[in-house]
T-cell receptor, first 108, second 113 residues
């Protein structure tokens, strides 16, 4: 079993829909990251959080440390949000362990 | 700042050849990470350096892989000899220790024929 599990693996939605991507982990962590990888391949860090909730524009990330679960939400989704979203957890000070990613496609 | 710089962006080589991937971290960052991404295994940490010193190389698949960081502004990942199963995208990332946030380079797509 992977230490970091994401669901769903693939998600297709219509423009404007509310999107939720889930991440569960089985190890102790110091922080959790949400990353975005566009079709061109570049990886961008969206959030790093260790408790509660963070918001940036239409993106919201939450984490429940007790339940070892995090969610990434996208409000008013847009085709440009189409990408692979990757959950990664910090084990120790710096080492990242990654989920398999969720491929999101937003159709116009 | 130019961000993390990797070269080459694409590399195609034949089995048995030596491959060297290069990375220049963001100026001022003192941690550097090498990752490999494949369809089957996703992103995996190969090795990371802190202040030019290798801290964790447990992800390096075997002796054919080696990484060096001779100074704060340059690192290499070498595969010798290369094999078809090494075909992947190799990412370099850097961070400032304590901040947690890592900045990724554009990656090197390696194809070993």
């Amino acid at each position: 079993k992977n230490e970091v599990e994401q669901s769903p693996q693939n998600l297709t939605a219509q423009e404007g829909e509310f999107i939720t991507i889930n991440c569960s982990y089985s190890v102790g962590i110091s922080a959790l990251h949400w990353l975005q990888q566009h079709p061109g391949g570049g990886i961008v860090s969206l959030f790093m959080l260790s408790s509660g909730k963070k918001k940036h524009g239409r993106l919201i990330a939450t984490i429940n440390i007790q339940e070892k679960h995090s969610s990434l939400h996208i409000t008013a989704s847009h085709p440009r949000d189409s990408a692979v979203y990757i959950c990664a957890v910090h084990q120790g000070a710096q080492k990242l362990v990654f989920g398999q990613g969720t491929r999101l496609t937003i159709n116009p | 700042d130019a961000g993390v710089i990797q070269s080459p962006r694409h590399e195609v080589t034949e089995m048995g050849q030596e491959v060297t991937l290069r990375c220049k971290p963001i100026s001022g960052h003192n941690s550097l990470f090498w990752y490999r991404q494949t369809m089957m295994r996703g992103l995996e940490l190969l090795i990371y350096f802190n202040n030019n010193v290798p801290i964790d190389d447990s992800g390096m698949p075997e002796d054919r892989f080696s990484a060096k960081m001779p100074n704060a502004s340059f690192s290499t990942l070498k595969i010798q000899p290369s094999e078809p199963r090494d075909s992947a995208v190799y990412f370099c990332a850097s961070s400032f220790t304590g901040s947690g946030e890592q900045f990724f380079g554009p990656g090197t797509r390696l194809t070993v024929l």
